[in-house]
């Protein structure tokens, strides 16, 4: 692969450092197929492309592959050595199988009407007329969705303390400091573990139904219990404020598309309250919000350390060597999506469903190690959308450039999502109150 550069080789693109990554690497399948190398300043990397190549990552166990030595020291500091994104194999189950039940159908349908308020309770202040920055606004939203479903941390509780915490630890800055190992951001660590003990102790006298009860009572200890928790809120606040970001934008961007989910929230919803049994009939929806997640997956690259030497489609990757799967360039391959580049939700359609090959489709991963919030992200989206598009019409403002960024493995919008709001005048009415 080109573009090499003397000692880094091909590190700004691996890193996503002020150059256009999804370019480089959709341009390295174009020359080279669904599989070539690239190489950083310590590793070389064998990337692999499409739906075969994302069913051998995500299905295969250890000994060929694995998580933690992908992200190895570095994952370690910012996350716990504990963390489920860095286990492999019996050690992964072990800490995945008691928070899957959290994460059962009806636990979060229970959960609508609590959404449904934190939204409503956060564009309480938006002002019609005055642009503001979604991306920032949802960012919040997810937060308190997270914290609410996975801890039961409400705001007026320990709910400020912790966002000031977390948003120091996992900022870009921070996150660089953490895996460098620098000792400026031990005091945000120390600040978490006293508020952390304080939940895991009134856990242990009052067990709850909620993920550290479930975690304490598998007997893990107090530091593995919230390196569970932290990559939980990471991956469930993120992904999904991302997930919501792109597909407002996608949408506004298509306005004739746009008037189908409007008609369809019209004949599902109607004005009343928005329900878990409603949320299973909003295809139109649905498939939005896929087609925001198909052109730009919250995560857009992952990796995987290679253990053992394997051979894939007539190339061996060496012991020794990375692997990197790319969902955004997946998604991008013209055999697999028709006209990838194109805005187009009916893919997801029968008779078409184009998403329906193994592995086409992996904005939540996929095999044994499949998202363990899916279920939740896809659910949250739709209730969030269903309250902001009936309450509020949105617009793009105008000469903006909607693009994604290059921050790392994340696909963000570079610059925002700036809009203006106007409330519609409709009402939301509680389900329970209903």
């Known amino acids: 692969m ?6 880094i080789g091909h590190f700004p693109y691996i890193h996503g450092i002020g150059v256009d990554s999804f370019a480089f690497f959709l341009e390295g399948y174009r020359q080279h197929g669904r599989i070539f190398a690239v190489r950083d300043t310590f590793n070389t990397f064998a990337v692999l492309l499409g739906p075969e190549a994302n069913r051998f990552v995500l299905e295969r166990e250890t000994p060929h592959l694995s998580w933690g030595a992908a992200y190895g020291a570095e994952g370690s500091r910012v996350m716990g050595p504990t963390a489920l994104a860095l286990q492999d194999g019996e050690e992964h189950r072990r800490r995945r199988t008691p928070m899957m039940s959290s994460f059962r159908h009806q636990n979060i349908a229970a959960f609508s009407d609590t ?19 979604f991306v920032g606004e949802v960012s919040e939203l997810t937060f308190r969705v997270a914290c609410a479903f996975l801890l039961g941390v409400q705001v007026g509780e320990d709910y400020p303390r912790f966002r000031d915490i977390y948003k120091k630890m996992f900022r870009p800055v921070g ?6 190992g620098l000792p400026y951001m031990q005091r945000y660590r120390d600040q978490l573990g006293r508020l952390s003990a ?26 593995d ?5 932290l990559m939980l809120m990471f991956a469930g606040h993120d992904t999904t404020k991302l997930s919501l970001s792109w597909t407002v934008a996608t949408l506004h961007q298509h306005p004739e598309y746009l008037k189908r989910v409007l008609a369809e929230q019209d004949a599902v919803l109607g004005d009343g309250p928005i329900t878990a049994e409603a949320m299973k009939s909003l295809p139109v929806l649905e498939r939005a919000i896929r087609e925001a997640n198909r052109l730009y997956p919250p995560v857009s690259l992952a990796r995987r350390g290679v253990l053992e030497e394997f051979e894939l489609g007539g190339y061996t990757v060496p012991k020794g060597w990375m692997v990197m799967y790319l969902p955004r360039v997946s998604h991008h391959l013209p055999d697999v999506f028709n006209e990838p580049e194109r805005y187009d939700p009916d893919r997801f359609a029968a008779p078409r469903e184009e998403h329906k090959q193994p592995y086409a489709m992996v904005e939540f991963g996929g095999g044994y190690r499949t998202c363990i919030g899916k279920e939740l992200a896809l659910f949250e989206a739709k209730v969030v959308l269903s309250y902001l598009l009936r309450m509020f019409s949105f617009e793009l403002v105008p000469g903006q450039r909607i693009e ?18 106007k409330r519609t005048g409709r009402r939301v009415p509680m389900e329970k109150a209903a």
Do not use: H, Y
């Not at 304080?198 to 530091?223: H, Q, T, V, Y």
């Not at 219990?225 to 928790?229: F, L, R």
């Open 2 to 7: 080109g573009r090499q550069l003397p000692v």
């Open 115 to 133: 959404m449904v308020e934190l939204v409503r309770s956060q564009t309480e202040t938006w002002k019609e007329g005055q642009p503001f920055d």
């Open 175 to 180: 996150l660089a400091l953490q895996a460098a």
């Open 198 to 223: 304080s939940w895991i102790a009134d856990r242990r006298a009052r067990p709850r139904e909620d993920i550290i009860s479930r975690l304490l009572e598998a007997g893990l200890d107090d530091k």
């Open 225 to 229: 219990v919230m390196a569970q928790v």
């Open 404 to 421: 994604a960024g290059n921050s790392g493995a994340m696909t963000s919008p570079k610059n925002g999502v700036k809009v203006i709001v």
